[in-house]
C-alpha cells in the first residue's frame, strides 16, 4: 500500500515488499519506517509508546449499591427537577454517587451501562476533574509512630493494587493506563463539557501530548500553574520544583465558560482605580473599547474622528456617550469607565498561587507521595 503525500508518490521496492511479508509471515512486528511509508499522515506530532492502541474498554458491570446517604433537604432549587416526599428525601431523579472500583472498567459501564441515560436526563456530564497517579514508582509502605517506637508498614495486597504508582514497564504502561481512561472520559462527557488534569513534572509532558491528540488542539485552554509549596533548598544541582500543572481542555468549540474572579488588592485597587467622577464621587478605571479581534466588519466605523474597529456598536456607543460612560485621550480616541463597585475583580490567570500552600500543618497535607 503506497503513502501519498503533497503529490509525492513513494512507492514500494521489491526488497521492500519481501522484507514486510517475510516479516508478516513470520509474526514479528514491522519496524518503524514502514509505518510512515504505508499509511498516510494524520497529524503534524503524536505521541507513540509500545503497545498503543486506540481500542478502549467496552465492559459493562452491574452497579451494586452499599450504602445511601440520603440528607433531607428544606427546600428544591430554583429549576431543580427534583420528586421529593413529605420529609424534603428525594424519591426519584439523578442522586450523587460515590462508586467503588477500577476506574476504567467503571468508565466503561457508565460509557455504555443504563447509567448513561441518567446522565444525560439529568443534564450530561460538563466538568471532570482527575487527578491521576504521577508515576512516582512509589509502593506506598510507610512508617508509623506508635509511642516512642515507629512501626514500618509495607502495602498490603488490596493497597498495593488500588494505590500503586509504579506501571512495571516505565512511561509506556503510565501513558496507556492514562490514555484509555481519558477516551473513555471524553466519550462520556457533553458536547459543552470541560475537563481538567492535575500532574506534575514527572508526566506532564506525556499528559499534555496525550491530550492533544483525544481532544484536540484547538480545543486546549490553559496550562494552569499551581504553585503547591514554599521555596525548597536542595536546589544544589536544579532549580526547585514547587509547581504543579493542571491542563484544561474542552470537548468542542461549544462549551461553557463561567469567568472567575479574586479580589482586588489595596495596592491594585489604588493603582487600578485611580480616577474619581467628579458628579457621584465613584471610583473607576478605564477600559480600551477597541475590538482585540479586527476581523468584524460590522464593528467598523468612525468614532469622534478614528477608524477603529469597536467593541460595542454605533448606537451602544451613542449611548455611553450620552451617559457621560466614556472618556477621551487628548487625540479623541474613546474609552469606558469602569465603576468600582460595578468591576467583579481580578480575572484569574493560569497561575495560582493565591492557594494555601502543602506545608506540614496543612489539612490538605495528607503524606501522599503522588
Known amino acids: 500500500m503506497p503513502r501519498t503525500q503533497d503529490s509525492e508518490r513513494y512507492e514500494l521496492s521489491d526488497a521492500e515488499k519481501r522484507d514486510i511479508i517475510k516479516l508478516i509471515e513470520q509474526g514479528k ?4 519506517k514502514y509505518r510512515f511509508i504505508l499509511f498516510a499522515d494524520k497529524r503534524e506530532v503524536e505521541l507513540v509508546w509500545n503497545g498503543k492502541t486506540r481500542e478502549v474498554c467496552t465492559t459493562v458491570l452491574p452497579f451494586q449499591s452499599l450504602e445511601h446517604i440520603d440528607e433531607p433537604r428544606k427546600e428544591k432549587k430554583e429549576n431543580e427537577e427534583l420528586a421529593l416526599d413529605t420529609g424534603g428525601r428525594q424519591i426519584k431523579g439523578w442522586t450523587n454517587k460515590l462508586i467503588w472500583g477500577d476506574n476504567k472498567l467503571i468508565l466503561s459501564s457508565l460509557k455504555a451501562g443504563a447509567l448513561r441515560r441518567q446522565i444525560e436526563d439529568a443534564g450530561g456530564l460538563k466538568l471532570i476533574y482527575i487527578d491521576p497517579p504521577f508515576d512516582v514508582g512509589a509502593d506506598f509502605s510507610m512508617d508509623i509512630e506508635i509511642g ?3 512501626f514500618h508498614k509495607e502495602a498490603n495486597l488490596l493497597e498495593q493494587i488500588a494505590y500503586r504508582d509504579t506501571w512495571g514497564r516505565g512511561a509506556d504502561s503510565f501513558i496507556a493506563m492514562i490514555y484509555e481512561r481519558l477516551v473513555l472520559m471524553r466519550d462520556l462527557m457533553h458536547r459543552e463539557g470541560s475537563i481538567y488534569v ?3 513534572w514527572r508526566v506532564n509532558g506525556y499528559v499534555r501530548a496525550i491530550m492533544d491528540e483525544i481532544f484536540g488542539e484547538v480545543n486546549f485552554g490553559n496550562a494552569i500553574s499551581w504553585k503547591r509549596s514554599l521555596p525548597h533548598g536542595n536546589t544544589f544541582n536544579r532549580y526547585g520544583q514547587i ?5 484544561y481542555y474542552r470537548k468542542t468549540e461549544h462549551f461553557v465558560w463561567n469567568a472567575q474572579y479574586s479580589k482586588y488588592s489595596q495596592d491594585n485597587l489604588e493603582k487600578t482605580f485611580r480616577y474619581v467622577d467628579e458628579a457621584s464621587g465613584r471610583k473607576y478605571q478605564t477600559i480600551s473599547c477597541l ?3 479586527p476581523d468584524r466588519p460590522n464593528l467598523r466605523y468612525d468614532w469622534n474622528g478614528h477608524t477603529r474597529t469597536w467593541k460595542h456598536t454605533r448606537e451602544k456607543m451613542q449611548e455611553m456617550h450620552d451617559k457621560g460612560m466614556l472618556v477621551y485621550s487628548s487625540s479623541g480616541l474613546a474609552r469606558y469607565k469602569m465603576y468600582f463597585d460595578e468591576a467583579k475583580g481580578v480575572p484569574i490567570q493560569d497561575l495560582w498561587d493565591d492557594i494555601s500552600l502543602l506545608m ?6 495528607l503524606d501522599y507521595p503522588t
Open 29 to 32: 512486528p514491522l519496524p518503524d
Open 148 to 150: 516512642d517506637e515507629t
Open 198 to 200: 492535575h500532574c506534575d
Open 243 to 247: 509547581l504543579d500543572s493542571l491542563f
Open 291 to 293: 475590538n482585540p479581534n
Open 360 to 365: 506540614g500543618g496543612s489539612k490538605q497535607n
